[in-house]
C-alpha cells in the first residue's frame, strides 16, 4: 500500500470550504502517480517502453468532504493485473484513519507506437506490489446511457484539456460534465466509463440527463460515439 499526507487547501474547495469532486479525483490520480514514480514505473520509464495506462473506468464513492485546511492521508493499492488489465483502489482518511472516500479503478495497458495492448509484465507487476481488495460496493464498470437526455453546447478540446500522453486527461474529461450538475448537487458517488482517447481540436458533443438523484453526462464525438460516460449519485448531507 502506497500513502502520502496532505492538508486540504483552499483552491482545492468549494463555495462551502468543502473538498470538491475534482480535487478529490486529482488527489487519487496525483497519488497513482507518486506511487509509480517511487517504484520507478513512472512517466520516463513508460516513454522510454512505449507504453500508457489508460483509465477505463473510475467509481469513486464520498462518506464525507473534508474541509479546509483539514489533514488528510491518501492511499493507493493495486488489487488485480490479468492480461492487459490492472486493478486499482483509492482511498482517502482523516489523520485517526476513518474513511472519508473509497475508490477503484480499472485500467488498460497499450502500446502507444501501436495503440494496442500489451500484457503487464511479470518486472511491472512485481514493481507495483499486489495487495488486497479494499472493501467497499463495487458497481458494474458500464453504465447505461437513459433517454431523453438534453444536447448541449459542444466542447472543443483545448491544450490545457491534456496531460502528458497528449490526450485528454481522465480528470478534465469529469470537470467538464461536472459544469452540467444543477447548483446544490452534492455528489454522492461518480461513476466514469472511459470509451475512447480525445485529443487537441476534438469536438465534444455533450448529452446530459438529471434527475431528482441521479445525473448522466455523455460526451460523444460527431459521429455519437462516447468518448466518456458519467453518472453521478447524490447525497443530501456530506
Known sequence: MYTFDSRIRYSETDSEGKLTMASLLNYFQDCSTFHSEDVQLGVDYFKEQHLVWVLCSWQIVVERYPRFGESVIIGTQPYGMKGFMGFRNFFM??????????ANSIWSLLNTDTGKPVSVSEEMALGYGIGEKLEM?????KIAVPEGGIPREVIVVKQHHLDTNHHVNNGRFVDMTMDFL???FAIGQLRAEYKKQAFLDDLLMPCVMVGEDKAVVS???EGGAPYVVVEFLKKEEL
Open 137 to 141: 460496493e463495487y458497481a458494474p464498470r
Open 93 to 102: 482518511t482523516t489523520e485517526d484513519g476513518k474513511y472519508l472516500a473509497k
Open 182 to 184: 444543477p447548483s446544490g
Open 219 to 221: 460526451l460523444t464525438d
